[in-house]
Structures are given as structure tokens and as C-alpha cells.
């Protein structure tokens, strides 16, 4: 059977919740696994070999966690980053040794890319790469870094972006086709909505507490709602975590010194999140920047619509399948009129089309496509 390694820096090492891309990784490893032999390669706090039913995760040891947090202009960090790839390329060297790979696919461009790039030149293993929004919006900018991360994407056999917006960024830095293949996690709904079809309205944000993630205009947009509007409004549930908790916490506590109700709570496992879903009858998505979030395919999973900014391919699969009311720009006024918009729209008007836009964000079907190209 061909053995294929997943090289992820998003692997999940508890159930936390408080990555969502993890959560995803793990739902396409564990669906692929059925067709593959295959290992997770993943950063830890320890040199480690985990077991699941299906897969085997060899975790290596990093001095920092999570990854995202070391920063390569920083140049604090610097030491860290050696350290980090180090590990990393002793660790793809001892598992091809012992289990010898004939596919890897990286997960994401960097630095999981460089790791594969370093097997295919020491041991001529193909790989692939799946872009993620922040390596090419984030590392592209870096001048050493951009370099890399070219040479990374040129190498791989297949290129992948899980956006539209995106793929076409990887295709303008590495010169070479792309290929979107979408990001998804499989929920489980086990219980129907109560779908509303008149105020007032229950409102549910899920993700990290982070700028670009908008949760500041966010919650400047409902400082802006007036009696009426309040009015229509049963709850809103802020879920998650990050650098701006501080922030939220204060925001937060000024809306219900004003009476409004508006909770918080931290990150959510798989089995949570559907239950936040079930409950809501719009999602809010404020981002600054994305490609196609994971939170989106999760609210068509579960027949919920969405309300967000107009960035990155949102405008493009919101409009496509009229699943959401879309703000006319990135800014706390324009989010303030789009939750307005939404308190007279029934949520109950988007719910069948919800349904629809999940059938194309089905893990299976994700999977069925990666495993055409690299047989291919």
C-alpha cells in the first residue's frame, strides 16, 4: 500500500478547538487513511510516536508552540526557526529511514514545504504542497523567506490553494499552475435547527480573538446597534481566543454594563462548535483577511447562514450560492448595517441553500481529488 506522509504544522495535539485548520487536517488524514498507509509528521513538545486506528503520528520536538507564533522579521525568533527546521528535517530523515515515504504532502507551504523539499532533494521523494492564506500573505513578504518559499512551491509536484484569491497568489510567486482544492472538517449534526423566521435573532462569532480575524470591528459594529435593533437581538455568543483577549474581554463587559447580551467563551471542540451552530441563526465572520475560512464550510455543514466582510473569495462563494449577507466593506460601520440588514431578513430564507453549498465542501469528496491527482 503507498505510504504517504502528511508533513503539518496544524496537526491538533488535544481537542482544544483552538485550531481550526487542525481540526481539518485531521479529519482529511483520517479519510485518506482508508485508501493509504500514512503518517503524520507534526511538531510537539517531545520526540514522540502516537497511534490512532488508522495512522501513526510522529511528533518531534520544537522549542516553541504553536508555530505561528515565531515570527521570521523578528529576529528574537531567529533561533527558534533554526532550531525548529532542524527538528524538522532530522525527523523526516529518521521516518524515511525506518518507513520509507513515496508521497509526502505539506501542510502548509512553510514550513512544512521546506521539510519536503529537503526529503525530495535527499531521498527523491515527490511531494505536494497545500497553500494556506498565511504563507503566501504573510511569508511572500518576507525577502529571504518569498525566496523559499518560491523554490518550495516550484519543486512540488502538485501545487494546491484552498482558495480562489489564493491560488492565483501562488501561481503569480511561483510561476506554475495551482490547483484550489477546498479545506473542510467533517461535523457530525446530529439534532435539526429550530430555524427562525422572525426576530429576535440568536448571532454566534467562532475563531481567534486575532486583528485579522475583525473580532475588534466586530465588536465595535454592535456597539453601534441602537434600541431597536437590540430589540430583535436574543444573543450573541463570542467563542474563541488570542492575542486580543484583553480587548474583547473589556469591549464585552461594556455591552452588558449597557444591557446588551453579548457572552463569551473560550475555544470549541468539533462536537461544540455544531452545538454553537444548531443554536445560531447567522454566523458572523468580520475577517480583515481570508481565503474561504474553515468556520464558513462549518455554518453550510450545519444550515446556518453567514454574515461577513467582503474579503478574499468570501464575496465570490457567498454570492455563488446565496448563503449569507454580504457588508459592503472591511469596517465596523459596514458590519454594523449588515447585522442591521439581517435583523429584517429571515434567517429561514438561506437555510436550503445552505444545504447545497455543503455538498461541495464534503472531506470525501476532498480527499477523492487529492488522491486523482498524485495517481494520476
Known amino acids: 500500500m503507498t505510504h504517504i506522509v502528511i508533513i503539518s504544522t496544524s496537526f491538533p495535539l488535544n481537542n482544544s478547538g483552538a485550531e481550526a485548520a487542525g481540526s481539518f487536517v485531521a479529519d482529511f488524514v483520517e479519510e485518506l487513511s482508508k485508501c493509504a498507509q500514512v503518517t503524520v509528521l507534526a511538531p510537539g513538545y517531545e520526540n514522540k510516536l502516537e497511534k490512532s486506528n488508522t495512522y501513526n503520528i ?4 520544537v522549542p516553541k508552540l504553536p508555530l505561528s507564533l515565531l515570527s521570521p522579521i523578528n529576529l528574537v525568533d531567529w533561533i527558534s526557526i533554526l ?46 504542497t497545500w497553500a494556506l492564506g498565511s504563507d503566501i500573505w504573510s511569508l511572500a513578504k518576507v525577502p529571504l523567506v518569498k525566496n523559499i518559499l518560491k523554490k518550495v512551491l516550484q519543486d512540488s509536484h502538485y501545487c494546491f490553494a484552498d482558495g480562489y484569491i489564493l491560488k492565483e497568489d501562488v501561481e503569480t510567486i511561483s510561476k506554475r499552475n495551482c490547483i484550489f482544492m477546498a479545506s473542510s472538517r467533517r461535523l457530525t449534526v446530529s439534532k435539526n435547527r ?45 467563542c474563541g481566543g488570542g492575542p486580543l483577549e ?16 453579548v457572552y463569551k467563551s473560550g ?7 455544531v452545538e454553537l451552530f444548531v443554536w445560531a441563526d447567522y454566523i458572523l465572520i468580520p475577517s480583515r483577511i481570508e481565503s474561504i475560512p ?6 453550510m455543514q450545519c444550515g446556518v447562514p453567514v454574515i ?26 459596514a458590519i454594523h448595517n449588515a447585522i442591521c440588514k439581517s435583523l429584517d ?15 461541495d465542501f464534503n472531506i470525501k469528496e476532498i480527499v477523492k481529488q487529492y488522491l486523482g491527482y498524485i495517481y494520476s
Open 267 to 273: 475555544f470549541l471542540d468539533k462536537s461544540q462548535a
Open 345 to 359: 431578513t429571515s434567517p429561514s430564507d438561506f437555510y436550503m441553500k445552505t444545504k447545497s453549498a455543503s455538498q
Open 58 to 61: 510522529q511528533r518531534f520536538a
Open 246 to 261: 484583553e480587548d474583547v474581554s473589556k469591549a464585552i463587559d461594556i455591552l452588558h454594563l449597557n444591557g446588551r447580551p
Open 308 to 333: 461577513t466582510t467582503p474579503v478574499g473569495d468570501l464575496p465570490r462563494i457567498v454570492k455563488k450560492y446565496d448563503v449569507g449577507i454580504l457588508a459592503a466593506d472591511v469596517s465596523s460601520d
Open 194 to 238: 429550530n430555524i427562525a423566521t422572525k426576530p429576535p435573532y440568536k448571532f454566534a462569532f467562532l475563531g481567534r480573538w486575532h486583528v485579522n480575524k475583525g473580532i475588534d470591528l466586530l465588536l465595535e459594529a454592535l456597539g453601534m446597534l441602537d434600541e431597536n435593533a437590540w430589540s430583535k437581538i436574543e444573543e450573541i455568543r463570542i
Open 83 to 128: 532550531r525548529t527546521l532542524n527538528s524538522g528535517t532530522s525527523a523526516i530523515t529518521d521516518l524515511h529511514k525506518t518507513y520509507p515515504c513515496d508521497y509526502i504532502l505539506a501542510l502548509w507551504a512553510l514550513p512544512s514545504g521546506y521539510w519536503a523539499n529537503y526529503a525530495m532533494k535527499k531521498f527523491g521523494v515527490p511531494y505536494s
Open 294 to 299: 474553515v468556520v464558513f464550510s462549518d455554518a
